[in-house]
């Protein structure tokens, strides 16, 4: 899943699968799904490329540009009438709120990679699918079942092992998830499509990103312009925030959700065998206890929902 992108499927129980789907357009829907969860997954190369810009400035331009290209994606795609639906007084105010939280889950995920937290950070989405479950609970009165009560109070205590064995509280990997769980409930409330939706988020961001950029620019303290390489990947936000996303609404509709569900997984695991093996972060027990708890969690999780569509 996108730490910056739509919010991760649920794994439970859905439909079956359109009539009509051949399998080489399911296997079409899995490749586009692999590549956009594997282009997010490996986000911490892009943000540590950036590490010489403050994540605020980073941040205000992923937006400005996303939204540049996000328009064009849109319009290309004959979606203008969707977008003029987002704009309903009723679903702009939510909007806003969704656009408030994926702004602060960008904004703190650019500082945790750029910070050497990219660890973290995976922590953070590995969590996020039973951050989603504790959500539903509370809010929208949805109950656990007995695996995915062993579940997620299997990742409670490797997250209680990391704070007494390591001595530090997960803040980051807990905001991004919580961030994220949050955004994906408003954002199903507010019945849009993701780029039309994303692309709403990003206009309503945008003001406040421009008189940001501006004001940077004036005092001389801006990186856009000071160096080529840095104005490049800048610029490159917006494809590289846009593109994935369209490469998983494709998949979403050609594949189980089921199957997205698990596919999502990409996108830690990337994450975190970058942290460990590329940028070689402090992993010692409690670190290790405590991912292998949130694995085995996850894998409890994932059984019971594929169980679920099974007995369906």
Same mark, same amino acid.
């Given at each position: 899943?996108?730490?910056?992108?739509?919010?991760?499927?649920?794994? *439970?129980?859905?439909?079956?699968?359109?009539?009509?789907?051949?399998?080489?357009?399911?296997?079409?829907?899995?490749?586009?799904?692999?590549?956009?969860?594997?282009?997010?997954?490996?986000?911490?190369?892009?943000?540590?490329?950036?590490?010489?810009?403050?994540?605020?400035?980073?941040?205000?331009?992923?937006?400005?540009?996303?939204?540049?290209?996000?328009?064009?994606?849109?319009?290309?795609?004959?979606?203008?009438?969707?977008?003029?639906?987002?704009?309903?007084?009723?679903?702009?105010?939510?909007?806003?709120? *969704?656009?408030?939280?994926?702004?602060?889950?960008?904004?703190?995920?650019?500082?945790?990679?750029?910070?050497?937290?990219?660890?973290?950070?995976? $922590?953070?989405?590995?969590?996020?699918? $039973?951050?989603?479950?504790? !959500?539903?609970?509370?809010?929208?009165?949805?109950?656990?079942?007995?695996?995915?009560?062993?579940?997620?109070?299997?990742?409670?205590?490797?997250?209680?092992?990391?704070?007494?064995?390591?001595?530090?509280?997960?803040?980051?990997?807990?905001?991004?998830?919580?961030?994220?769980? $949050?955004?994906?409930?408003?954002?199903?409330?507010?019945?849009?499509?993701? !780029?039309?939706? !994303?692309?709403?988020?990003?206009? !309503?961001l945008a003001p406040a990103a421009l008189v940001y950029l501006a004001?940077?620019?004036?005092?001389?303290?801006?990186?856009?312009?000071?160096?080529?390489?840095?104005?490049?990947?800048?610029?490159?936000?917006? /494809?590289?925030?846009? $593109? /994935?996303?369209?490469?998983?609404?494709?998949?979403?509709?050609?594949?189980?959700?089921?199957?997205?569900?698990?596919?999502?997984?990409?996108?830690?695991?990337?994450?975190?065998?970058?942290?460990?093996?590329?940028?070689?972060?402090?992993?010692?027990?409690?670190?290790?206890?405590?991912f292998a708890a949130i694995w085995a969690s996850l894998a409890l999780y994932t059984w019971d929902a594929l169980a679920r569509?099974?007995?369906?």
């Open positions: 899943m996108d730490p910056n992108g739509p919010p991760p499927p649920r794994t *439970t129980p859905c439909a079956p699968q359109p009539p009509g789907r051949d399998p080489d357009e399911r296997g079409r829907g899995l490749a586009y799904g692999l590549a956009a969860y594997l282009a997010w997954g490996l986000l911490p190369l892009y943000f540590k490329a950036l590490r010489g810009v403050p994540a605020v400035e980073v941040l205000a331009h992923r937006v400005v540009w996303s939204l540049v290209l996000l328009a064009g994606v849109v319009a290309a795609r004959g979606g203008r009438s969707a977008f003029r639906e987002a704009f309903r007084p009723r679903r702009i105010a939510l909007l806003a709120a *969704t656009g408030a939280l994926i702004a602060t889950n960008w904004l703190v995920y650019i500082w945790t990679v750029q910070s050497g937290r990219v660890l973290e950070g995976s $922590l953070g989405y590995f969590v996020n699918p $039973l951050v989603n479950v504790l !959500l539903g609970v509370l809010f929208l009165g949805e109950t656990l079942s007995r695996a995915q009560r062993i579940a997620v109070a299997v990742a409670a205590a490797g997250v209680a092992v990391l704070v007494l064995r390591a001595g530090t509280f997960p803040w980051v990997a807990l905001v991004l998830a919580l961030s994220f769980g $949050l955004y994906a409930m408003l954002r199903k409330r507010a019945r849009v499509d993701a !780029l039309g939706g !994303l692309l709403v988020e990003t206009a !309503l004001a940077r620019a004036a005092s001389g303290a801006g990186a856009f312009g000071a160096a080529t390489g840095t104005t490049l990947l800048l610029a490159a936000a917006g /494809p590289i925030t846009a $593109l /994935p996303l369209v490469g998983f609404a494709y998949a979403v509709n050609r594949l189980r959700l089921s199957t997205i569900g698990l596919v999502q997984y990409v996108t830690p695991t990337s994450q975190f065998l970058l942290a460990v093996l590329l940028y070689r972060e402090p992993f010692g027990a409690p670190q290790a206890i405590a569509i099974r007995w369906r």
